[in-house]
């Protein structure tokens, strides 16, 4: 059983679309961190979100965290094929717990 | 900074065999991480340091699996005797104290269980 639910699981668009991919949790977190991972690399970190309610952007990238801190979405802005990748987050409890991931594919 | 490196990136190895994967973090960080993911799992946190020190070793699967942090520049994860169901992706990560800024992984090792 997965402490972080990450949806959708997968996900195909075209270059220009707009997403949103999911965060979930019963627990509530001291902070939470996206990343995202290219094939044959570790994970990068995206963001790191630590207020409820918080809001950051990174270029076309959107975090927001959850007023309760047990939940966080990412948005997406008009994608580009370099986005592809898993995106993965993970929530700070005694130690670092990781989603699932998200799998994007944003095609040309 | 070279950020973490791992060695080796990939390691193919019969049933049974020791195999030995090792890490060294960023300098100055000082807690340091070993996860496994898979496709079925994903990211599995096995072990963490913190100042060399052995934290928590609730998701080492097995005996099978050891993990040494003999200083602060170098970790080694030794699986002995390893198994098909060991195949999958390590990697090794290192955050300061805050972890504020996050973890940083290395590129992994690829380890293939025949």
């Known amino acids: 059983t997965q402490l972080l639910e990450q949806s959708p699981q997968f996900l195909s668009i075209q270059e220009g679309e707009n997403l949103t991919v999911y965060c979930n949790s019963s627990?509530?977190?001291?902070?939470l961190q996206w990343y995202r991972q290219e094939p044959g690399e570790g994970p990068v970190l995206l963001v790191t979100?630590?207020?409820?309610?918080e809001v950051k952007k990174l270029k076309r990238l959107t975090f927001q965290f959850g007023d309760a801190r047990k939940d966080s979405s990412l948005h997406i802005t008009a994608a580009q094929p370099g986005d592809t990748g898993l995106y993965l987050c993970a929530g700070v409890f005694n130690d670092m717990r990781f989603g699932a991931g998200t799998r994007l594919t944003v095609k040309p | 900074d070279a950020g973490v490196i791992q060695s080796p990136r990939h390691e193919v190895t019969e049933m049974g065999q020791e195999v030995t994967l090792r890490c060294k973090p960023i300098?100055?960080?000082?807690?340091l991480f070993w996860y496994r993911q898979t496709m079925m799992r994903g990211l599995e946190l096995l072990i963490y340091?913190?100042?060399?020190?052995?934290?928590?070793d609730s998701g080492m699967p097995e005996d099978r699996f050891s993990a040494k942090m003999p200083n602060a520049s170098f970790s080694t994860l030794k699986i002995q005797p390893s198994e098909p169901r060991d195949s999958a992706v390590y990697f090794c990560?290192?955050?300061?104290?805050?972890?504020?800024?996050?973890?940083?992984f290395g590129s992994g090792t690829r380890l293939t269980v025949v």
């Open positions: 300098s100055g960080h000082d807690y």
């Open positions: 627990s509530v977190f001291s902070s």
């Open positions: 979100v630590v207020t409820g309610g």
């Open positions: 990560a290192s955050s300061s104290s805050s972890r504020v800024g996050g973890y940083t």
């Open positions: 340091f913190n100042n060399n020190v052995p934290i928590d």
